[in-house]
C-alpha cells in the first residue's frame, strides 16, 4: 500500500492527511469496490474467526480485544511497522509493546501470520493448552520471538515503550551521522482504555511527551469497554485534549474496525512526526461479529461454540471448520519475511558503510550492540577511601560516577533526588529534548545520559525496564530514589525481575536512620518484598568497601535487576581505608555474607552477631561490649544480600553461619542474633534471635532514632547477654526464633 | 472579609469574579493602602520569618514551600475554611489535606496560628527536636489535632482528599434532607508539582472529575522547584488544559505570594462550585524573602543563619530575636476558635432539628458519627456452606454481600474486576455523580455505595484511607482487585495501616492457581510484604468457614486494615457444611493458626503439615496419604494469618506447632513442613521445612499449573517423607530451614 491512498474514498469531515493535532474522520465502513479493500475485508474476517476459535478451543482466553483490534493489527504489520520475522532480534526493527498485554492472541496471531518462525500454527493453537513450553502465554513474553516486553500488569508497557523510544533517541544521538543513520527505528505502543486510567501510564505519558519523544506512537485501541461495562462509569474525560496538554498530537480513527487504510495512514503520519509523539485514537468494537460484540462479556472469556458458528456462518464460513486461514489471507502476509530481509540487507550495508567512515565509533556501537561494556571496567571502581564516617548514598556517589562517566552505557536518573542520591559525575549531560531550554539553564541533547524522571517513581522503573529491553546489554539503565518509595515503583521492579532486565535501582535513606522525615519515610518491611522477589538482588552494603563490592556484584549480575540499599546518614567506615585492609571485603559482598570478624577457636564461640548495611556497625560493636564488658565471645557476620548468600555452597553457609555444632550438624551449635531495624521476616532462616523493628518507625532526627527504638549499644548488648542466659534457663526452643 | 472584596484594586486582565473556567488574574504586588493589606502584609512577614526561625533553630526541615505558601495559609484558614480550633473533631468541619507533606510546617503553624490547643508554641518549637512527642513531625501525622490524615508520599494527599469528598457527598446524598443538611462540609487539598506527577494523584484526580466532586478543592502551589530544580526540566504540561480535561474547573492565581484576597475569593467561588471539582492554580516563590528564593536550595534544608537574620532585618524585624509573633498577628487569627464554636453551635443545632424531624434517620447518623454498627452484624454472616469446591471469592461473596447490603457504613469498590471479585450484592447501587446517565444504564446517585475504581488500584486504595478517615467508624471501606494489583496499591495500603485505618482488602487470585493468567498475575512474593507490614492484616482463608472467620475478624479490627486473600479457582471445602462440623473453623482464623487435624496421642506425632489458603487442601491429601501409604503420622495446622498468630499466647503456638518436645521445650519437637506456592521468606519461624516456590510462576491453566510446580499429593508425599528420612540420617541442623 502507498501511504496516503485511501482507495478512492473521501473522507468525510477531514482531510486523511491530517494537519498535526487534527483529527481523521474516516469512512464508516468499507466500501468493498476495490480488490484491495475486500481482501483487507476477508483477512478481517479470517483473523476475526481464528480468535474466537483460539479462544473456543479450550473454553478460555480474551477474544475480544484482540478481535476489536483486527484492523490495527493489520495496518501494524502488513504495512506500517519495519521489521523482520526470519531475523525477530534484528537491531533496528521497530518496537511493538502491547500494553494491554491480555490480548495476546493479538500480537501472536500476527507473528504467525507475518512468518515469524518459531511462532507456528501448531504454537499459536496452543494458547491456554497444557503445553508448558507453549509460546502463546496468558500474556506476552519477552522470551518469545517478536516480543519485546512482557505485558499485562496494566500501563507497564506504556512506560516501556517510553523506554524503548529513549533507548533509540539517545542511540541515534550518541552514533548517527548526517546521512548515516544506522539507528532509526521508531516504536509502537498499543493500548487500550486501561493504560490511561493506571497511573503508570499517566506519568509515562507526560515524560514522553516533555520528552517530545517523536518515534514513539501510542496507538489506543478505544473501544469504551472494560471488566466493569462501559468506560463512562469510570471515565469521561476529554482524552484527546488531555493527551494533547501532555505534549502529544492527536489523530483520531472514527472506524478503527474496519478502516485499514485510514489507521495505516495515521501511523505513517505519527512515524514521521517532526516534533512531539502521537497518540492515534481509534474507536473499535470489542468482540465485533460475536452475539456479545461491544459488550464486557466479550472481553475475559470465549463467547461459546453456537456464537463461534454463528459467527462463521455470517461471514461465509464453514461452521464446521477450526482455525481456517485461506490461501489468499497466507499470501497476502507471504511478502512479509522478504521485506523484513529487505530491511536489514539495506541496514547492514549502511551499518558497513558507517563502520567504514567512522571506525572507532563503529567499533564502540557494534560492542555495545553485542551488549558489552570495557572489560576493564572493574579497575574503574575506586579501591581505597576515606575512613572518616561517610553516609552509604555518598560512598555510592564515588564508586558509580566515575564508571557511568567513562561507560555510556550507563543511563542513570533520578526521581527528582538528584541532591541525595548522588548520582550525578562530573560532566554529566541530561538527556533532554534538543529544543527544550529550561528555567535552570538547560540545553537539551538526546546524546546525554541523566535522566531527570520528575516525581514518577514508577514510570522511572518502568522506563528503565524498556531501556534494558531495547537490546540486552546495550543500555545499563540506572535508577535513583528513597528506599520507602521503591514500593510506589515495585511493579516494574517486579517486571524487570520477571524478564530479567538488567537494571540498577539506587535506594538510599534505607532505614529508620532516615531520621526525622518520619515513619512514612522509614521502610521497615519493605526488604521483606525485594528479598523475596526472584532474580532481583537486594543489596544492603555497611560501608564504601562493601558499596564497591555491591556496584560490582550489580555491574556483573546481568540476569536480573539489583536494588542497591544506600544509608542518608554517616555510617562509620570498617574497611581501614581500602580493599582488605580492614573488615569489610568487597569479595565478601559476592558471597551475600560473611565472616566480618572471627573469634579463636570458632567452633567455641559464644555467639554470632549478624549485622546489615547501615547498621553494620552496630554489630561491631555489639561484639565489642560483649568481648570486653561481658566476657563474651562474639563473632560478626556481615549479610548484605540473601540471594547471593543462597547462591553459595551449603558449606560456605555453614562455614559463616556456625549453627552446626563443632563436631557435626547436630551438637549444638553457636546461637546467631541478627541486628537489622527492618521486620525481622525471613532472617528466622539465618538466625536465631533478632533484634528488629515489629512496629513503624517515628518521626526523630537521625541521632536519636535509632536509640528510640532500642538500637544502642548497652541496650543491644544486653539483650543479647539476657539471650545468652535464656538459653542457658532453656527458655527457648531450638529452632524457634525469638524477637528481643 | 466579605468574599469577592479586593481593596478597591481593580483586576488586570479579567474580574475577579472569574466565570468557571476562566482565570482569575490578580495585581502583582499588594497595594498598602488599606489597614487589611497592611495587616496581611504583616502576617505574611511574621510568618514566613518564623518558618525560616523553625528550621534554622536545629538546622534541619523544610522551609521553603511553607513560606511560598503563606498566603494561601492566611485565605485558607482565616477566610475560606470552617473548623473550629476547640473542636478539631468536629464532625461537619472543613477536610484540609496537606499532600505536598514535606512542608508540614505551613500546618502546624497555621492550627498553631488559629488556636488548636494541643499546638502550643512549645509544640510549635518542637519541630524537628529531640521530643519524641512532638506534635511536629517531619510529616503531617492523623493523630494530631487538626490533621487528617498522614501524608508525606507523594500524591497520597489527593486521593485521600478525594476519598474525604466522597463520604461528604454519601452521607450527604443519605442523610440530608431539604432544608437541613448535617453534612455539607468541603474538602481542601493543597497540592504541589509533585502530586501532579505522580500517577496515584493523577488517577484520583481523574476520578474527581468523573465523580464530579463538587465538594473538593485543589490548590496547587504553583512554585515550579522542584529537589532537582526547575519543573520545566520534567514537565512542561499545559496543566490547566490537563486539569480540564479531567472535568475541573480552573482558576488562576498569579500573585499567590501576596493576594490574599484573590486566593480567597478563588477559595470562596471553589467552595460554591455547582457541579465540578475546582483546581486553583496559584503562582508562589518558594523560600521568598530568603537568598534562594525560587530555588531548589530552599526546598529541604534551612537557609542559614545569616540569611534568616538579613530576612528580618529586610522585613523591619530584629534580627536577635527568634520566633517573634506580635500581639497584631496574635490578634489577627484570634477569633478563630470564637467563630469555630459558632459552627459548632449552629450544626449542632441544624443536627437537634434534624434528629427531631427524623428521629429514625438521626438516631442512624449518630450511631454512625460514633463509629458504631449494628451489634448483631455477625448473625448476617452465613453459619452454613455448600460442601461443593468453591472458589473463595466466591465464598467471599456470599459472606460479605449480605453484610453490605445491609449495613450501609460499608462502602464497596473494585479497580474495574466485578465480574471477578463477587462484591455486588443483590440491589447494590452505584456510587456515580447524579447528572451521569451511562452506557450500560447507570443513572448516577451519590447515595449509592458501591464504587467502580476504574482501573486505578492505586488510588481506589487511596480513596478507602481517605473514606476511613472521614470520622472513623462512620465509612467501612472495602476495595477490590487481583492480589497481585494490591503491590501497585501497596504505598497506600501501607499509608492505612500507618494510620490505623480500617479498611479491608479483597484479593484474589491470590496464587499460581490464577493459572493461565501466568506469572504476572502469580503472586509469590507478595504476601512477604504484607505480612511484615505493621498494623495490617493478611489473611489467607482455606474454605468458606475460613473466609466467614476471615471477614469476622477483618471486620472486627478496627485497629488498623486487612487484605482478605481468596482464590480464583475451585477449591475443596472442608467445613464439612459449616461452623463446627467440620475441619476448618472460624474462631480458628482469628487466632491465626490452629489445629487442624491432631493425631492420636499428639506428642508422638512425626510431623505437622501447615496448610495455607487456597492449598489448605494440599496439607490434609498429604497427610492422609502419608498415614496411609506411608505410615507416617502427620498434624495439619491450618494457618490463615501470622499476624493474628503473633497475638496469641505462647503456650497457644507452642500447643499448635508443637516444636518444642513432648516433655519439656529442650527435647526434640515434631518438624513442620508448611506447604505454601509464596516464597518461602517467613515461614522459617514457624516451619523447619517448605514447599514453596523460588522462582515466578507459569502460564498454564489452573488444573496443570499446581502439579507443574511439584504441588500434587504424591510428589509432595515424597518430599516429606525424604525430609523426615533426611532427618534420621543427620542431613540437615535443627534451625536451619529446608527447602523441599
Request: glycine residues 10%; negative net charge.
Amino acid at each position: 500500500m502507498a501511504p496516503g491512498r485511501v482507495d478512492g474514498n473521501p473522507v468525510e469531515g477531514s482531510t486523511i492527511h491530517a494537519a498535526k493535532d487534527q483529527l481523521v474522520t474516516a469512512k464508516k465502513q468499507p466500501a468493498a469496490d476495490t480488490r484491495l479493500t475486500r481482501l483487507h475485508d476477508h483477512v478481517l474476517k479470517t483473523y476475526r474467526i481464528l480468535i474466537a476459535d483460539l479462544c473456543q478451543q479450550f473454553n478460555m482466553g480474551h477474544p475480544g480485544g484482540a478481535i476489536g483490534m483486527a484492523a490495527i493489527g493489520v495496518a501494524l504489520w502488513k504495512y506500517a511497522m519495519r521489521y523482520a520475522p526470519h531475523s525477530p532480534d534484528w537491531f533496528n526493527r521497530d518496537r511493538f509493546v502491547l500494553s494491554n498485554g491480555h490480548a495476546c492472541l493479538f500480537q501472536y496471531s500476527f507473528l504467525h501470520l507475518s512468518g515469524y518462525k518459531a511462532m507456528t500454527f501448531e504454537q499459536l493453537k496452543s494458547y491456554h493448552s497444557e503445553r508448558a513450553d507453549s509460546l502463546c502465554p496468558g500474556h506476552p513474553e519477552i522470551e518469545i520471538e517478536g516480543i519485546e516486553v512482557t505485558t499485562g500488569p496494566l500501563g507497564q508497557g506504556v512506560a516501556n515503550a517510553v523506554g524503548l523510544a529513549v533507548a533509540t533517541k539517545n542511540l541515534a544521538a550518541t552514533y548517527n551521522q548526517p546521512g548515516n543513520e544506522v539507528v532509526s527505528n521508531h516504536t509502537w505502543c498499543m493500548i487500550g482504555d486501561a493504560c490511561l486510567q493506571e497511573g503508570v501510564g499517566l506519568e509515562a505519558i507526560s515524560l514522553a511527551g516533555h520528552w517530545r519523544l517523536n518515534n514513539l506512537t501510542i496507538i489506543y485501541d478505544n473501544n469504551q469497554i472494560t471488566c466493569d461495562g462501559s468506560v463512562d462509569m469510570v471515565n469521561n474525560e476529554d482524552i484527546n485534549a488531555k493527551m494533547r496538554a501532555c505534549g502529544f498530537h492527536v489523530l483520531e480513527v472514527s472506524d478503527g474496525c474496519y478502516d485499514i487504510d485510514g489507521i495505516a495512514q495515521a501511523l505513517e503520519t505519527a512515524r514521521h512526526s517532526s516534533e512531539k509523539p502521537y497518540f492515534i485514537n481509534i474507536k473499535t468494537t470489542i468482540g465485533l461479529g460475536s452475539a456479545v460484540a461491544g459488550k464486557a462479556a466479550s472481553h475475559g472469556a470465549p463467547f461459546g461454540a453456537e456464537d463461534v458458528k454463528a459467527m462463521k456462518v455470517a461471514n461465509g464460513f464453514d461452521p464446521e471448520k477450526h482455525f481456517e486461514i485461506g490461501a489468499e489471507v497466507r499470501d497476502f502476509f507471504s511478502e512479509l519475511p522478504e521485506r523484513g530481509k529487505g530491511f536489514v540487507t539495506e541496514w547492514e550495508e549502511a551499518l558497513r558503510r558507517y563502520c567504514g567512515e567512522f571506525p572507532e565509533l563503529g567499533e564502540e556501537f557494534q560492542a555495545r550492540m553485542r551488549g558489552e561494556i570495557r572489560k576493564d571496567w572493574r579497575e574503574l571502581v575506586p579501591k581505597t577511601f576515606d575512613t572518616a564516617p561517610t553516609a552509604s548514598r555518598v560512598s555510592g556517589g564515588k564508586v558509580i560516577n566515575p564508571l557511568a562517566k567513562a561507560i555510556n552505557s550507563f543511563m542513570v536518573g533520578t526521581a527528582d533526588l538528584s541532591p541525595s542520591v548522588n548520582m550525578i559525575w562530573e560532566g554529566k549531560v541530561d538527556f533532554q529534548p534538543p529544543s527544550l531550554q529550561t528555567a535552570c539553564g538547560i540545553n537539551g541533547t538526546y546524546a546525554g545520559r541523566y535522566l531527570h524522571y520528575g516525581i514518577r517513581e514508577h514510570a522511572m522503573a518502568g522506563i528503565a525496564n524498556g531501556l534494558a529491553a531495547f537490546s540486552r546489554g546495550t543500555i545499563l539503565p540506572v535508577t535513583s530514589s528513597f528506599f520507602m518509595f521503591y514500593l510506589y515503583a515495585a511493579p516494574a521492579v517486579r517486571m524487570g525481575a520477571l524478564q530479567h532486565l538488567h537494571v540498577i535501582h539506587v535506594a538510599t535513606h534505607d532505614s529508620i536512620g532516615a531520621g526525622e522525615d518520619g515513619p512514612t519515610h522509614q521502610p521497615i518491611e519493605l526488604a521483606a518484598l525485594f528479598r523475596s522477589m526472584p532474580h532481583l538482588l537486594y543489596i544492603r552494603p555497611g560501608d564504601s568497601e562493601e558499596v564497591a563490592g555491591a556496584w560490582e556484584v550489580a555491574i556483573a549480575y546481568t540476569d536480573g535487576s539489583s536494588i542497591i540499599s544506600e544509608s542518608r546518614h554517616k555510617i562509620p567506615q570498617l574497611h581501614g581505608g581500602g580493599e582488605g585492609k580492614g573488615l569489610t571485603r568487597r569479595d565478601g559482598v559476592a558471597k551475600g555474607a560473611y565472616v566480618l570478624q572471627e573469634v579463636d577457636d570458632a567452633d567455641t564461640a559464644d555467639v554470632t552477631i549478624i549485622g546489615v548495611g547501615a547498621e553494620l556497625s552496630f554489630a561491631v560493636d555489639v561484639a565489642a561490649a560483649l568481648q570486653s564488658e561481658r566476657g563474651v565471645r562474639a563473632r560478626v557476620v556481615s549479610f548484605p544480600c540473601w540471594r547471593l548468600f543462597e547462591m553459595q555452597s551449603v558449606e560456605y553457609r555453614r562455614s559463616v553461619l556456625r549453627r552446626h555444632g563443632p563436631k557435626d550438624a547436630h551438637t549444638a551449635g553457636i546461637p546467631v542474633v541478627v541486628i537489622e531495624p527492618y521486620a525481622p521476616n525471613g532472617w528466622e532462616r539465618y538466625a536465631d534471635a533478632g533484634i528488629n523493628m515489629r512496629t513503624f518507625g517515628h518521626s526523630l532526627p537521625g541521632k536519636y532514632i535509632y536509640d528510640h527504638f532500642g538500637f544502642e549499644t548497652v541496650k543491644m548488648t544486653d539483650k543479647v547477654v539476657g539471650y545468652l542466659e535464656g538459653i542457658k534457663e532453656g527458655k527457648y526452643i531450638k529452632g524457634e526464633f525469638v524477637d528481643l
